[in-house]
């Protein structure tokens, strides 16, 4: 099956931080997305990418960029860490021949 | 613009009791539709989905949902729940003609008691 793997589990940063997330997959697939999951918000896409170094914006870009060089790994980047945006990402990757979602177990991140 | 609304944060029911957990969405387009679960500590899982022909739709653990065009709804159930059906679950909608994107709704806590 699938595997999409996210490089922290769980990340302390401070504020004004540059923090990275990365996340890869390993089926080739060409969309992946970051989201957030906030309590009582459910998932809120962030930025999704639909092949290498293209990128579009989802429904809460404002303090965050994204980055993908290769096919397999999409990064979200964090310029200057705020406390609101202590939350859980969760990455995932997308086939449309199964119409299919692919979640990472997240990355739950704290800013202090 | 597409939007999906969970009616329930929390749904508490004993084991082996039926549950129903319920979804409604707006689109002004067919829509595919879609419930994930996310177990605790986890990412989320695709339980099951609706794309096109029969409106019963059967997922894995027994879980079945039921696309309602008319009253533009997506109810998810199980006859029978077990203590290991607790977790969230999320209902999702992507518009037929739309970009890769899917909405997600608030999610639902289902907590399954002895």
């Known amino acids: 099956d699938v595997k999409v793997t996210q490089s922290s589990r769980y990340l302390v940063k401070r504020t004004g931080e540059k923090v990275f997330l990365e996340c890869v997959q390993d089926?080739?697939?060409?969309?992946m997305f970051w989201y957030r999951q906030d309590p009582g918000l459910g998932l809120r896409l962030i930025y999704f990418?639909?092949?290498?170094?293209?990128?579009e914006k989802g429904d809460i870009p404002e303090g965050y960029s994204v980055s993908r060089e290769k096919k397999e790994r999409f990064s979200l980047i964090l310029e200057s860490a705020s406390t609101n945006q202590t939350s859980m990402y969760l990455c995932?990757?997308?086939?449309?021949?199964?119409?299919?979602?692919?979640f990472g177990s997240g990355t739950q991140l704290s800013v202090l | 613009a597409q939007s999906v609304t969970q009616l329930d944060s929390q749904v508490p029911v004993f084991e082996e009791a039926p549950v129903e957990l319920r979804c409604n969405y707006s689109?002004?387009?067919?829509?595919?539709l879609f419930w994930y679960v996310q177990y605790p500590n986890q990412g989320l899982q695709l339980l099951l989905k609706?794309?096109?022909?029969?409106?019963l739709v059967k997922g894995i653990n027994g879980f079945e949902a039921e696309f309602n065009k008319s009253q533009t709804s997506f109810h998810l159930r199980k006859p029978s729940v077990h203590i290991s059906d607790t977790a969230e679950y999320f209902c999702?909608?992507?518009?037929?003609?739309?970009?890769?994107?899917?909405?997600f709704g608030s999610g639902t806590q289902l907590t399954v008691l002895p």
């Open positions: 089926m080739d697939h060409e969309n």
């Open positions: 689109s002004s387009v067919s829509v595919y």
């Open positions: 990418s639909y092949d290498v170094k293209m990128k």
């Open positions: 609706y794309l096109s022909g029969s409106t």
């Open positions: 995932a990757s997308y086939t449309g021949k199964s119409e299919k979602l692919f």
């Open positions: 999702a909608v992507r518009s037929s003609g739309s970009a890769r994107q899917l909405t």
